[in-house]
């Protein structure tokens, strides 16, 4: 009886819930630069996520203010505003219609998307705050690697050669878009290969995310 009972624990603590497997994550890039985020649970953000389950969303975006870039997102989306006061980092909905992320502060009325984790104040300012920018939003699968084309759990030089393959076709080798389109333009190719190889090979400051 007590063992069933450890098994038991074991499968709450390892296995995921129904599901889990192809939860959906957003990732956030800025002109080529990978950024993490901490997303907000809200409607905002899980529409912001419909918004780009097929293809990338690429936003142009305008300095404002001297602390904050603001772009189009091309629809509304539901919203629940209230004055908040941002720091660098902070990624807001404006409008219903306008994403907004900050290298600076602002008191204003938005709706919290989410704070990009990865960089301090000066690390905002360095990459918002000497012109304007692209933005390139995706989702990918919860769990999926980027360039972990074979799915082994590393990325090595196995993924260039699966990746080469699986673009070129006739080959045996397939993998999905999460882990094949590095450079999340909708498509894998050449360009992806390239990205792979330096990433691998340092020094290019290529990261995958």
């Known amino acids: 009886m007590k063992k069933w009972i450890l098994f038991l624990m074991l ?17 956030l890039r800025i ?10 649970d809200n409607a905002s953000v899980e529409a912001l996520k419909a918004l780009c389950e097929n293809e990338p969303l690429t936003i142009s975006m305008s300095m404002y203010g001297g602390f904050e870039q603001v772009g189009p997102l091309g629809t509304t989306l539901p919203s629940n505003n209230v004055s908040t006061t941002t720091a660098a ?12 992320i900050f290298y600076g502060s602002n008191t204003w009325s938005y709706t919290r998307l989410g704070h990009i984790t990865d960089r301090d104040a000066a690390g905002m300012a360095a990459l918002l705050g000497n012109g304007d920018v692209t933005v390139t939003l995706a989702t990918v699968t919860a769990g999926s690697t980027p360039g972990d084309v074979n799915a082994d759990g590393a990325v090595n030089a196995k993924d260039v050669t699966h ?16 882990r094949t389109d590095l450079n999340r333009d909708g498509t894998a190719n050449p360009k992806d290969v390239t990205l792979l190889r330096r990433f691998l090979a340092g020094g290019y400051g290529v990261t995958l995310l």
Request: aromatic share 8%.
């Open 11 to 27: 499968l709450g603590l390892f296995a995921l819930p129904v599901g889990a497997q192809n939860e959906k994550t957003l990732t």
């Open 163 to 178: 990746l080469r393959r699986s673009i070129a076709g006739g080959y045996a080798e397939t993998a999905p878009t999460e």
């Open 89 to 100: 980092g902070d990624i807001v909905l404006y409008a219903n219609s306008q994403i907004v």
């Open 31 to 40: 002109d080529s630069t990978d950024v993490a985020v901490k997303w907000e």
